[in-house]
Structure formats: C-alpha cells, structure tokens
C-alpha cells in the first residue's frame, strides 16, 4: 500500500522554511566569525595603540591609557554593528532603541557618569599626570598615580598600598600635587641657650646648608633670628628649597646633621631641632618665593 501523497503547498513550505533556516544559520555563522575576528583585533588594536603611544613623545602618558581603551572600544562598535547587519537588524532602529535604553541605563547610573564626566575634565585640565604623588585630604586619598581611566585612578600611597580612587572623589574636591612644582621648601627651628653667639651659629647652619649639593642655589638658603627670649633663650629658623628627588632623603638626616655641626663648634649642643612644615599665614614662607 502507497503513502498518501501530501498536498504540493506543504512541500513548497518545507522547501521555503529549510531555505530560511539555512539563510539563518550561515548569517548567525557569518555574524559569530565577525565577532570572534573583530574582538581578537579589537585586542590586538588595544595592545599595539599602547605600546605605539608609550613610544610616542608627543602624547603625554597620562592620556595613553584612555586613547587606546577607545580605540578598542571604537573597533567593537564597528563590529558589533557589522554583525547586526548580518543578521538583517536594522541598525537606525537599533540605535534608537539603544538611545532609550542608554537614557534608562544613566538615570540608573548616576554616579558612574559622574566619574565619566570628572574624568573627563581631570584629562583636559590635567591637575595631575602619571608618577605625581597627590593629596585629597577631604576624601582621605592620597599616593602617587600609576594610572588614570575614564572612572577611576589608580594610586599607589606612601606605605606601598593600592588605592583604587573614583574620579568624582578626586574632581569634587581640593587636590594638593606634590610633585607639580620643580622645588620643595624645607624649613627647621634650632633652639639654643640665651648665652650661645648668634652669628656664630647662623653662620654654622649656613655653611651646612650651601655645602650641601641637595640644597637649591636660586634661590638661596636663609638663617634668620625667628625669636629671643633673655629666660628661653635663642631659635633660628632655617628655611631653604630642594629639588623633590632629594626632598625625604634630606628631610630626614637635616636635623641630625644640624645637631651634630653645633654641638662640635664652640656654639655648643642645641637644646632642640624642630622640623616645621609653614603655615599659609606664616610670613617667612615669603622669604623663598
């Protein structure tokens, strides 16, 4: 017995469905393989745009990051948009979908687009590049920057620990740069008895300070009588400048050193050496500028 003989327009609708969904298939094959081909160049466009810009001399280093982040991200848009054209997606349409669902995605992300945004204004301002070591005392961060991106900056503090600062927090608020300026003004206080011969002393700290090659030249040390008490007796003040390299290590062997010249000459030991950072309302920071 013969199967029944099935009606000619299922065939012809066999024949169209099989036809579309093998259209189907070999698009979303095409539209897979454009991804995969355009996310290894994508990656490839990243790594070399940064290696190319590291060797660049016209680019500052602080922007290198983020210029080749964008290039990768430009590459993708491409490709993604490519690959919805070969699944038939109409990319007019999709990109007014896109658009509400970018105004949706930002009212959500407020904070996020305010990082963008500080980012973007830290890149043109530029308060700070790569290798300064900055101070936000209101937010407590601080540490030299080893990166900068659209959202976030990397910093490494002092004590050698990873600080992973939001953009808004540094833009929002005071930011002192330490390394921005070529010279760092040091100053210390020598407290010495009511008898001790002032420019006998003055002159010792003074010899110290020119004989040191660390000590900035231009403009030149300064001893002065910072205050006389006939009980109290006698403190000078030293103030001078140093370059930011030499800046810790000179910080930290001044005072000793001071110490050690008095107490050998005929001035005699010190009864204190003071490190002194200047207030802004201190007129002796003047003295320097």
Not at 37 to 46: M, N, P
Not at 131 to 159: K, Q, W
């Amino acid at each position: 017995m013969q199967p029944p003989l099935l009606p000619a327009h299922v065939d012809y609708y066999s024949a169209a469905l099989f036809t579309w969904l093998i259209n189907l298939l070999r698009r979303l094959a095409t539209a897979v393989a454009i991804l995969i081909v355009g996310y290894l160049i994508a990656a490839w466009a990243g790594r070399a745009s940064r290696s190319m810009l590291a060797r660049s001399q016209r680019l500052d280093v602080t922007v290198q990051p983020i210029a080749a982040v964008a290039i990768r991200y430009a590459i993708m848009i491409l490709v993604i948009v490519a690959a919805l054209g070969q699944l038939g997606i109409q990319t007019a349409s999709l990109l007014a979908v896109l658009g509400a669902a970018g105004l949706a995605i930002g009212l959500a992300l407020q904070g996020t687009l305010t990082n963008i945004a500080a980012g973007i204004m830290l890149l043109w301002l530029r308060p700070f590049r790569i290798g300064d070591y900055i101070e936000v005392p209101t937010n407590n961060i601080a540490g030299r920057v080893i990166e900068m991106g659209l959202f976030v900056c990397h910093l490494e503090s002092a004590e050698g620990v990873f600080v992973f600062a939001p953009n808004s927090a540094i833009w929002n608020a005071a930011l002192r740069n330490q390394s921005r300026i070529a010279g760092r003004l040091i100053s210390f206080r020598v407290a010495l008895p009511p008898t001790a011969p002032i420019d006998k002393a003055r002159g010792i700290l003074f010899a110290m300070l020119k004989e040191d090659a660390r000590v900035a030249k231009d403009p030149a040390p300064e001893v002065f009588l910072d205050s006389f008490d006939a009980t109290a007796g006698v403190t000078l003040n030293c103030t001078f400048h140093v370059v930011h390299e030499h800046s810790a290590e000179l910080q930290r062997d001044i005072i000793e050193r001071a110490n050690q010249r008095l107490a050998q000459s005929e001035v005699g030991a010190p009864r204190s050496v003071t490190r002194l950072i200047p207030a802004v309302s201190d007129p002796s920071r003047l003295i320097l500028s």
